[in-house]
């Protein structure tokens, strides 16, 4: 079987895994914080068991077999771990553990790849909201809409956002004053 997880350099996240009879939507067991797929993630360092029922990391759970982990690396930087086992203890040759330092090699450029890509839709969608603000306030003179499309162009930029309300200071009294408001139901609070 092999498993992916993903490395946020604190903690590790289940990615994918595939066993002989196919993928499988949850991971075999979580990676423990003093196991294989931890020290993997965190010395950067590929990591061959060839018997885990004679290693340090693996003696609480005996079991056979053998397993690598592989940093899934991009620049300085660990993205992830892959975790090849096999079901009974083996010796790995040199040209095995260079294919799967390849397969791994492969991973984390796909997985950087796809980190790329949700931060620049992240990117493209943060200033899709600056230019929609942006045509607002060129559209208009009068000020009550002028506030309110630029309120709801603020809450369409922060994907978190559902409520907003802009507030402004009268200079005359020095208190503030709603001028603007969205997302609030609740009519003390409008």
């Keep these: 079987d092999a498993h992916i997880f993903l490395y946020d350099g604190e903690r590790l996240t289940f990615g994918a895994a595939i066993w002989p009879d196919g993928r499988r939507e ?19 360092e590929r990591m061959v068991v060839p018997d885990m029922d004679r290693h340090p990391l693996f003696k609480p759970w005996p079991g056979g077999g053998a397993i690598i982990g ?42 950087e790849n796809a980190r790329l890509h949700t931060e ?10 600056l230019l929609t603000a942006h045509v607002t ?21 922060i994907p978190a956002a559902e409520k907003g309300s802009i507030l402004l200071l009268d200079q005359a009294t020095s208190q503030l004053h709603i001028r603007a408001a969205i997302g609030y139901t609740d009519p003390r609070v409008r």
């Design 26 to 44: 949850a991971p075999l067991a979580e990676p423990r914080p003093e196991g294989l797929a931890y020290t993997v993630a965190r010395t950067g």
């Design 70 to 111: 592989l940093p899934l690396r991009v620049g300085e930087y660990v993205r992830g771990v892959m975790n090849v086992a096999f079901q009974t203890p083996r010796t790995f040759a040199e040209s095995e553990l260079r294919i799967l330092d390849l397969l791994a090699d492969q991973a984390a450029i796909a997985l």
């Design 120 to 129: 620049l839709k992240e990117h493209v969608r943060e200033l899709g909201g």
């Design 137 to 157: 306030l060129l559209s208009t003179l009068d000020f009550e809409p002028l506030v309110h499309n630029v309120l709801a162009a603020a809450i369409s930029a």
